[in-house]
T-cell receptor
Framework: DTEVTQTPKHLVMGMTNKKSLKCEQH?????MYWYKQKAKKPPELMFV???????INESVPSRFSPECPNSSLLNLHLHALQPEDSALYLC?????????????FGNGTRLTVT | AQKVTQAQTEISVVEKEDVTLDCVYE???????LFWYKQPPSGELVFLIR??????QNEISGRYSWNFQKSTSSFNFTITASQVVDSAVYFC?????????????FGTGTRLKVLA
């Protein structure tokens, strides 16, 4: 069983909808990540939070808005998405700030934008 | 420029064969970390192995082994006596510092099919 929990598992939304993806971990990790993965492609980094502060934004469009309300939770707010945003969204966490610790991934949210 | 290259797009082997997955990376850092992850059809990325840039000792863990060569910037991964359950996409990843935080950059992946 994964120690990083993502909800929902599947999400279908229209281009005018507002929705949120949720990620939770209780491993005491202080670095949390959002990745986007299209079919048959590698995960692409979107955002990194370190000690609840946004430390990396990989030039992601503003229709994606991350939030880290506390050390265990990470949200990704979605608004006015495009069909090409349909993908698997993966959350991951690791100990901060070291980079020698592996990322622990959730099962992902499979998003379809209609 | 691609920082982590996995030249093998797809590999098919028959069960019990050994298989090696190649990974070549590019970085300017003197200290960095390399990882292999497995992604089965269910979608979750599972951590397999890790190597620090200052430790070139190669190791074996069960059916997994890895060959890290700094001189050629390669970090290859071998599965011995492959099983059908090993069928998955395997990603090599590089951890690199960026503004005090670490980015984990994934290679393009190699799809492994183990046939019964």
């Amino acid at each position: 069983d994964t120690e990083v929990t993502q909800t929902p598992k599947h999400l279908v939304m229209g281009m005018t909808n507002k929705k949120s993806l949720k990620c939770e971990q209780h491993m005491g990790h202080r670095a949390m990540y959002w990745y986007k993965q299209k079919a048959k492609k590698p995960p692409e980094l979107m955002f990194v939070y370190s000690y609840e502060k946004l430390s990396i934004n990989e030039s992601v469009p503003s229709r994606f808005s991350p939030e880290c309300p506390n050390s265990s939770l990470l949200n990704l707010h979605l608004h006015a998405l495009q069909p090409e945003d349909s993908a698997l969204y993966l959350c991951a966490s690791t100990t901060a700030p070291q980079g020698n610790s592996p990322l622990h991934f959730g099962n992902g949210t499979r998003l379809t934008v209609t | 420029a691609q920082k982590v290259t996995q030249a093998q797009t797809e590999i098919s082997v028959v069960e019990k064969e050994d298989v090696t997955l190649d990974c070549v990376y590019e970085t300017r850092d003197t200290t960095y970390y390399l990882f292999w992850y497995k992604q089965p059809p269910s979608g979750e990325l599972v951590f397999l192995i890790r190597r620090n840039s200052f430790d070139e000792q190669n190791e074996i863990s069960g059916r997994y082994s890895w060959n890290f060569q700094k001189s050629t910037s390669s970090f290859n991964f071998t599965i011995t006596a492959s099983q059908v359950v090993d069928s998955a996409v395997y990603f090599c990843a590089l951890s690199e510092a960026s503004s005090g935080t670490y980015k984990y950059i994934f290679g393009t992946g190699t799809r492994l099919k183990v046939l019964a």
